[in-house]
């Protein structure tokens, strides 16, 4: 198995461009997840799919960002505009539905000038 | 909602020596205590895990402990190697959501 997969690895873009961010969890997962890690905030939860439906976005800290999952081997995390202070790893990991373990993407570094 | 703290934020060690790190968290509602190991420009990755119905568990050099009655849960690694060197991560588990404590940065000093 590939694990999930994330691309693009690297984004640098401007201030006030838009990002999307994309995944693909591993085949047969049910759940998926889009994580921000900073430093000074750590490993933040975003949102989470299960089964495709979004079921928690209380971590999406403003209405920029949003996230879909199409069908249950893609995902996006879209921010318009992004701002500076968006810079950071985004992760996506993925586990089945009903399972405890997740299995992390290797990440996407964004950052914004 | 669930809050985690982990300590130390950095750990260095001698190659042989253990290790420890320890986490505390809030809500006796989280049953699930997995830990991650963060490699430089990688993702984390599930290191040992324990539920809440185990005192401990064990994987080769790799030992977590849960006290529940506490509410604190360690990570032990013994005759630590210099591929140990990374950054932990422990998190505790309500459901799917996860609550990931602020990390662990370990040096084994060879």
């Known amino acids: 198995d590939a694990g999930v997969i994330q691309s693009p690895r690297h984004e640098v873009t401007e201030m006030g461009q838009e990002v999307t961010l994309r995944c693909k969890p591993i085949?047969?997962?049910?759940?998926l997840f889009w994580y921000r890690q900073t430093m000074m905030r750590g490993l933040e939860l975003l949102i989470y799919?299960?089964?495709?439906?979004?079921?928690?976005d209380s971590g999406m800290p403003e209405d920029r960002f949003s996230a879909k999952m199409p069908n249950a081997s893609f995902s996006t995390l879209k921010i318009q505009p992004s701002e500076p202070r968006d810079s950071a790893v985004y992760f996506c990991?993925?586990?089945?539905?009903?399972?405890?373990?997740?299995?992390f993407g290797p990440g996407t570094r964004l950052t914004v000038l | 909602g669930e809050n985690v703290e982990q300590h130390p934020s950095t750990l260095s060690v001698q190659e042989g020596d253990s290790a420890v790190i320890k986490c505390t968290y809030s809500?006796?509602?989280?049953?699930?205590f997995p830990w991650y190991k963060q490699e430089l420009g990688k993702g984390p990755q599930l290191i040992i895990d324990i539920r809440s119905n185990v005192g401990e568990k064990k994987d080769q050099r790799i030992a977590v402990t849960l006290n529940k009655t506490a509410k604190h849960f360690s990570l032990h690694i013994t005759e630590t190697q210099p591929e140990d060197s990374a950054v932990y991560f422990c998190?505790?588990?309500?459901?799917?959501?996860?609550?990931f404590g602020t990390g662990t940065s370990l040096t084994v000093i060879p």
């Open positions: 085949s047969g997962h049910n759940s």
């Open positions: 990991a993925s586990s089945s539905l009903g399972g405890h373990e997740q299995f």
């Open positions: 809500d006796s509602a989280s049953n699930y």
């Open positions: 998190a505790a588990s309500i459901g799917n959501q996860f609550y």
């Open positions: 799919f299960n089964n495709n439906v979004p079921i928690d």
